[in-house]
């Protein structure tokens, strides 16, 4: 090859590699003046002073007239004080105090008198309502240490302090140069072959997001002298520089050449996933990042590596991450050769968070949109088995997760769709919703990880759904199942269904793709495979398993399959053509501790109401009841 990875490097060590560099090559935080109405959210470079006092004059604290408090002396209801024109010097809040005067009495106290005097019942002690010089802050007095994150009052407490300008870190500069032959611009209506170039939105939002700025470059074809020139620009003029893809060993991966020939490829090969094709180098003093071109991979690297980078350039440590303490729901297999990131799904239930996992391929940007969290399997370890209690780093405020609805169990669209009405009548609440199958949705409430289920489990002895299951796995109570709605299952199929398909029997002579074990579609496939004699060997891509009727829709819509079972709102949203099997019940199985819970009486009712009755009329496929 070509390329090679220079090592498997655990991450503390590639960091510290890293990080020593970048030190010993004189990167560090730069600093700017500016003006101090434009310094919120900034940091500090050094302490500030105030070089005034405030208030610099002693300023009355109310409306009222100012007056020598000796005068008021001996007032009150029996001996009132009429102060005379030339005794007293009218005020409002913030006016200078006259000399001579020392203190303020409030209008409200004052009783109005002929010719122009005023009668009072009651004392004022020396600079009563008055706020005297330097009562918020003294000349010299520091306002605040370096380091310090501008707030918007502390900019007030700055110019309250006579600072006009203060010095700041300056804000690092960090280019995104997006590379390869099939990365398009972003497009509606990309042709066979072309990658929607989206990984640089991505990293400029999590790069502002940390106080950098970003400038992204224009998409740079998978030619070295091409990439080289982009890199020689944006280390001309950023502080730090990624490029987006190239950086694995493939036929045109040149990022760690370009590095090198630059300056210095430091790391290249780390020992986590996904991330591992990373490249962590150095050029003109600055840290120049080859980050992997799935994007589930880079972010992971933008994280663990980049973040640090940015903070660092602000004067500051990167702030950990929030952590929580939860129970996983399914068991997790992992490499030992890597520290395995996996995205995860976080609720709370029963006072316990429950923790379940999202889809793990690097490629899978998606699964970072509905993550509330991030699950770190060491290097060396095996796994973690269901039930285990894991630490969680978040992506969500934990308050924000505290109140969720936990929904696992078979897919379908019409969760997504009581998810939406949830959210637009403004629910306090959030639906966080896991397709593990049915069965894993009767795992779930079995083990308290789960408020609601979707379940569509058929017994083929006595052709009833759900019943038999819950009652078998439910013996001593603990679930009730809630009416849901009939659906209509069938065979998907091309438009025009070019391979005639007409029964199930007709699978064994195409290309198949089925759903993962557990699933009710998975037990309704296997019943039909039973009742026509077939065998999984006799179906080519038995095996070939999804978690959901869009993803098999999507397949066959792609030409990677002939047929899958599914239901007929994932066909229609793929145009393609359906033959009816069979109709059957899918309802949900609530956690019977939960039955009364305020979130899960308003997603049956969201479920049940007239609107949601409408969107799955519009969607077809599914029979409601009145």
Request: hydrophobic share 40%; charged share 20%; aromatic share 6%.
């Amino acid at each position: 090859m070509k390329h090679q990875y220079l090592e498997n490097i655990p991450l503390s060590k590639a960091k510290t590699i890293f990080h020593e560099h970048l030190k010993n090559a004189g990167f560090s935080p730069k600093t700017e003046r500016i003006k101090v109405q434009d310094a919120c959210g900034r940091t500090l470079a050094h302490a500030v002073y105030a070089n005034i006092c405030a208030p610099h004059y002693n300023a009355s604290a109310m409306d009222g007239i100012a007056v020598k408090a000796s005068d008021t002396f001996g007032a009150s209801e029996r001996t009132p004080v009429t102060l005379k024109p030339k005794a007293y010097t009218v005020v409002d809040t913030g006016d200078p105090i006259p000399e001579g005067a020392d203190a303020v009495i409030m209008v409200e106290d004052l009783i109005d008198a002929a010719g122009g005097c005023f009668t009072i019942i009651s004392a004022v002690r020396p600079w009563q309502n008055v706020r005297q010089v330097g009562e918020d802050l003294c000349m010299g007095d520091m306002i605040a240490p370096t380091g310090t994150v501008m707030t918007p009052a502390l900019c007030g407490a700055l110019l309250a302090g006579g600072v006009t300008e203060t010095e700041v870190f300056k804000k690092p500069l960090v280019a995104i140069i997006p590379t390869g032959d099939e990365i398009v611009a972003p497009t509606a209506c990309p042709n066979e072959g072309d990658i929607i170039e989206f990984n640089s939105t991505v990293f400029r939002g999590m790069l502002e997001s940390w106080g950098a700025d970003a400038e992204v470059f224009p998409i740079t074809p998978d030619k070295k002298d091409l990439i080289r020139a982009a890199a020689e620009e944006a280390l001309a003029r950023c502080d730090i520089v990624l490029v987006s893809a190239g950086s694995s060993a493939g036929r045109d991966d040149y990022t760690s050449e370009i590095i090198a020939s630059l300056g210095r490829v430091l790391v290249h090969g780390i020992a986590i996933k996904p991330g591992k094709p990373a490249v962590l180098g150095e050029a003109k003093g600055k840290p120049i990042v080859g980050l992997p071109g799935y994007p589930v991979s880079a972010i992971v690297i933008m994280d663990e590596i980049v973040r640090e980078l940015v903070f660092a350039a602000q004067g500051k440590a990167a702030p950990p991450p929030e952590e929580i303490c939860g129970v996983l729901s399914t068991k997790l297999v992992s490499s030992l050769k890597y520290q395995e990131y996996v995205r995860v799904s976080v609720g709370k239930i029963g006072g316990n968070w429950s923790i379940s996992p999202l889809p793990r391929g690097a490629g899978v940007i998606s699964s970072f949109t509905k993550a509330d969290g991030i699950l770190v399997i060491d290097q060396n370890t095996e796994g973690v088995e269901a039930g285990e209690t894991v630490t969680v780093r978040l992506l969500r405020p934990a308050d924000e997760l505290e109140h969720t609805l936990i929904v696992t169990g078979s897919h379908d669209p019409l969760i997504d769709e009581v998810t939406d009405l949830l959210q637009s009548e403004g629910q306090g609440f959030r639906v966080c919703s896991t397709h593990v199958g049915s069965m894993g949705a009767i795992r779930a409430i079995r083990a308290g990880l789960a408020h609601i289920g979707g379940i569509h489990l058929l017994d083929t002895e006595t052709g009833e759904y759900n019943k038999s299951y819950v009652k078998n796995m439910f013996p001593q109570g603990g679930a009730v199942i809630a009416r849901g709605v009939g659906r209509v299952q069938g065979l998907m199929v091309k438009k025009g269904n070019p391979c005639g398909i007409k029964t199930f029997a007709d699978v064994a002579r195409v290309r198949y793709v089925n759903r993962q074990r557990g699933a009710g579609t998975r037990i309704l496939c296997d019943y039909l495979m039973e009742k026509n004699g077939l065998s999984p060997e006799q179906i080519d891509g038995y095996y070939n398993e999804e978690f959901t009727h869009t993803a098999v829709a999507a397949l066959i819509a792609a030409g990677n399959a002939d047929t899958g079972l599914g239901i007929f709102s994932a066909a229609k949203i793929y145009d393609l053509d359906f033959v009816p099997i069979c109709t059957e019940t899918y309802e949900f199985l609530v956690n019977e501790a939960y039955c009364e819970d305020p979130m899960v009486q308003e997603f049956l009712k969201a479920l049940h109401s007239e609107k949601c009755k409408n969107r799955l009329l519009e969607m077809g496929g599914y029979l409601l009841e009145d």
